[in-house]
């Protein structure tokens, strides 16, 4: 069964800072990987999507790598702003017959302080 | 642009009570799912559509819990016999090719 896992938890940080936030996942067996933002009581929005065959995937301020074989991902955050903060998520998707099954990790909340 | 629309936003009800939702997804998606979160958790995976056949349902879904999507369009998801542990935020998403895109959710309180 995957198991997606997003470290830290939690991340506070003063604004204009440079950050990362790590996912990693069980089962290297993925079609794609995806980062999604989600503000306090809202829905999901796609940040950035990987394919299994990709290293990274970059738009503007974001930069997400994927490193299949040991699983895990990394998200990076340039230039950090009192805006990006949410609950940043990552999912996977097998792909195949689970195709529309995204499996999240639990999310690290992120707080930029002006 | 309309993104995925569902209705309610919010719904409080009293334990054993049905409820329904529904989800209007972005007129060209085939693809159309439900997922559910609660408070700390990532969204869970309920189940999936492709047009209007279910190809996919999570063992979360119990006998209680049943999903339409009658011609291909907006679907429905149907909560009988609410029960406590069901509270949750009720999200719905749809998709052309791999890129979800998620509606602001159903916000479920059972009391």
């Known amino acids: 069964k995957q198991e997606v896992t997003q470290i830290p938890a939690a991340l506070s940080v003063p604004e204009g800072e440079n950050l990362v936030l790590n996912c990693s996942f069980t089962?290297?067996?993925?079609?794609?990987l995806q980062w999604f933002r989600q503000d306090p009581g809202k829905g999901l929005t796609s940040l950035l999507l990987?394919?299994?065959?990709?290293r990274e995937q970059t738009s503007g301020r974001l930069n997400a790598s994927l490193d299949k074989s040991s699983g895990r991902s990394t998200l990076y955050i340039a230039a950090s702003q009192p805006g990006d903060s949410a609950t940043y998520l990552c999912?996977?998707?097998?792909?195949?017959?689970?195709?529309?099954?995204?499996?999240f990790g639990q999310g690290t909340i992120l707080t930029v302080h002006p | 642009d309309t993104g995925v629309s569902q209705d309610p936003r919010h719904k409080i009800t009293k334990r054993g009570q049905n409820v329904t939702f529904r989800c209007d997804p972005i007129?060209?998606?085939?693809?159309l799912y439900w997922y559910r979160q609660t408070l700390g958790q990532g969204p869970e995976f309920l189940t999936y559509?492709?047009?209007?056949?279910?190809?996919?349902k999570s063992r979360l879904l119990s006998d209680r819990f049943s999903a339409e999507r009658p011609k291909g369009s907006f679907s429905t998801l149907e909560i009988q016999r609410t029960e406590q542990g069901d509270s949750a935020m009720y999200l719905c998403?749809?998709?052309?090719?791999?890129?979800?895109?998620f509606g602001s959710g159903t916000q479920l309180s059972v009391l």
């Open positions: 089962d290297s067996a993925i079609y794609n």
């Open positions: 990987i394919q299994s065959s990709q």
């Open positions: 998403a749809s998709s052309l090719l791999e890129k979800l895109f």
């Open positions: 007129s060209e998606h085939n693809r």
């Open positions: 999912a996977v998707n097998a792909g195949g017959t689970s195709y529309g099954k995204l499996t």
């Open positions: 559509f492709q047009n209007e056949a279910q190809l996919e």
